[in-house]
């Protein structure tokens, strides 16, 4: 059975950093990826980051880009999203992802963030 816990999120100003963190339990050998994705209120869920467990590759979405970075302890079976200079429209319901041969197949509950301007 898969678990991803997230948690991390809360209220910040624009300006202002966070640090999400999931950490991830079960078949952990079939993963290939970690991923980070975000749903904000009436939008669909994008992709933010992601990355290659074994060989530590990392994609971003560009509207990220140079301001998060996102990172995998595979010792502690945890991935983070350090995220800087946040934005107002970074405001959503982040969520840690797993990816399989199959895709992105196994999800968590999702940790929410608040970007005050």
């Known amino acids: 059975q898969a678990q991803l816990v997230e948690s991390g999120g809360g209220l910040v100003q624009a300006g202002g950093s966070l640090r999400l963190s999931c950490a991830f339990a079960?078949?952990?050998?079939?993963?290939?990826?970690m991923g980070w994705f975000r749903q904000a209120p009436g939008k669909e869920r994008e992709f933010v980051a992601s990355?290659?467990?074994?060989?530590?590759?990392?994609y971003y979405a560009d509207s990220v880009k140079g301001r998060f970075t996102i990172s995998c302890d595979n010792a502690k079976n945890t991935v983070y999203l350090q995220m800087n200079s946040l934005k107002p429209e970074d405001t959503a319901v982040y969520f840690c992802?797993?990816?399989?041969?199959?895709?992105?197949?196994?999800w968590g509950q999702g940790t929410q963030v608040t970007v005050s301007s």
């Open positions: 079960g078949r952990t050998f079939s993963w290939g990826g």
């Open positions: 990355i290659i467990r074994i060989i530590g590759s990392t």
């Open positions: 992802a797993a990816e399989q041969s199959t895709g992105w197949d196994y």
